[in-house]
């Protein structure tokens, strides 16, 4: 009898131990990337905001030069206006309204709109060419992590954000930086 109750002891010790390893055989392995940290820190992330702040120094200057062009023919419609009102006669009011008056608004309303035209280009050029950007550095994170992820056989690697609780074990963002900025 005593053996007997020894042998189901043992059994019940055997499964259980048996059964602890198996669940942590089976246990996936998660591990962490913090993405805002690794495009941050991605040279190329790095080349490209200052492309894009170059371009905007530069788009910016021209804007301003034409703005300057602008006010500029605000004293000219301003001069025109007085002489079109102390012209002698309607007839001579219309005259110099539509011999100057016109031309000249026509040409500030022209400048206003080649100036809002440029505004428009830029925030277009801007937008498309970070979200190229943007698109290449994903890819580049993505393909890093999927590697490292296949090199730790992990199962998943969750957005580190998006998590209430992780250790720094579990973190490979210092991996991925350094893989992506040996590329």
């Known amino acids: 009898m005593k053996n007997t109750i020894l042998t189901i002891a043992a059994s019940v010790i055997i499964s259980a131990v048996v059964a602890v390893v198996a669940a942590n055989c089976m246990a996936p392995k998660i591990y962490t990337a913090d993405i805002r940290k690794i495009q941050e820190s991605y040279y190329k992330m790095k080349d490209s905001d200052k492309e894009l702040k170059a371009f905007l120094e530069t788009a910016n200057a021209k804007i301003a030069e034409m703005g ?49 035209k440029a505004k428009q280009e830029v925030k ?32 998943y690697v969750l ?5 209430f609780f992780g250790t720094d074990a579990t973190d490979i963002s210092e991996e991925v930086i350094a893989r992506l900025n040996t590329k």
């Open 159 to 163: 957005e580190k954000s998006g998590m």
């Open 68 to 116: 300057k062009e602008l006010e500029a023919l605000s004293p000219q419609i301003t001069a025109t206006a007085e002489k079109i009102k102390a012209a002698p006669s309607a007839e001579a009011r219309q005259k110099l309204e539509k011999e100057e008056g016109a031309p000249l608004l026509a040409k500030y309303r022209q400048k206003q709109a080649e100036i809002e």
């Open 124 to 155: 277009a050029r801007m937008q498309n060419t970070a979200r190229e950007n943007l698109a290449e550095i994903r890819k580049d994170v993505a393909d890093i992590v999927a590697k490292i992820a296949a090199e730790k056989k992990a199962d």
